[in-house]
């Protein structure tokens, strides 16, 4: 079986070395070429045949906008994975104009990348939706944990982040946080259950300090007594899922 083949186009070189040497003994994935400005990307993606392409979206010269838009008036269709820390709500319904596959707010897990990838070479065309649905469910978390003041460079955000996506698809496991969830979270990011327990109580005493006090007393108010007390861990995951489950309930 040949080689995944991936184009990578960003200007962290550092970044890129380290993707590299990620997937270097990969069997199945190799990134086969790599640009660090939008110019010389879109340049390689007419040049050579790539299987999926890892786009930045800021960068020198032309940025990762441009490299879409390019292959939007080329009518070039290809499987895109945009990966950037640039989280602002416009740029993201824009990204998803162009039809790129999934979005991946940094800094993310390399194998959670390598899933992303294996799952686009793999796909069949009745995917489509549930791939809408992961990024829209993506989009929707990181929204509302951004306004609740949980920064993303802290361990704890990325755990309530993969908690809430959990709970949200697996309605279930509301009954076994401590003993479903936590353990899963510590498997997928390679830590122990304790740690994942600290990280996630860390990260909503963050977010009371420094969050929005109206989404709070809008989302918490009716589980717990905000002026007197935080929410539990636990609270504070399922809360949000729900919040985003009724959410979907009225989009649909």
């Not at 640009?35 to 979206?57: C, H, M, P, R, W």
């Not at 936590?182 to 390679?190: G, I, Q, S, V």
């Not at 539990?232 to 985003?244: P, Q, R, W």
Request: charge should be negative.
């Amino acid at each position: 079986m040949n080689k995944i083949k991936v184009l990578m186009i960003d200007d962290n070189i550092q970044l890129i070395e380290a993707v590299k040497e990620y997937f270097e003994s990969s069997k199945m994935i190799e990134i086969s070429s790599t640009a660090n400005d939008g110019i010389d990307g879109f340049s390689k993606i007419q040049s050579e045949t790539y299987d999926v392409i890892i786009l930045d979206l800021i960068m020198p010269k032309k940025d990762g906008l441009y490299v879409l838009e390019e292959m939007k008036k080329k009518n070039m269709e290809k499987r895109v994975i945009v990966t950037t820390s640039y989280n602002a709500q416009e740029i993201i319904r824009e990204v998803s104009d162009y039809g790129v596959n999934y979005y991946i707010l940094k800094p993310f897990d390399f194998d959670d990348l390598e899933k992303r990838i294996l799952d686009l070479c793999n796909r069949k065309t009745t995917r489509k939706n549930l791939d809408l649905h992961y990024n829209n469910l993506q989009i929707a978390i990181t929204k509302i944990l951004h306004e609740l003041g949980i920064p993303s460079h802290i361990k704890g955000y990325q755990y309530i982040r993969e908690g809430v996506s959990l709970i949200f698809d697996n309605p279930e496991m509301i009954g076994g946080i401590t003993k479903e969830l936590y353990p899963e979270l510590a498997n997928k990011f390679d830590t122990t259950v304790s740690r994942v327990e600290r990280a996630i109580r860390h990260a909503i005493e963050v977010s009371w300090n420094r969050g929005n006090w109206d989404l709070m007393e809008e989302i918490f108010g009716n589980s717990v007594d905000i002026d007197r007390a935080k929410p539990t861990n636990s609270e504070f995951i399922v809360t949000v899922a729900d919040k985003l489950r009724l959410d979907y309930h009225k989009v649909g």
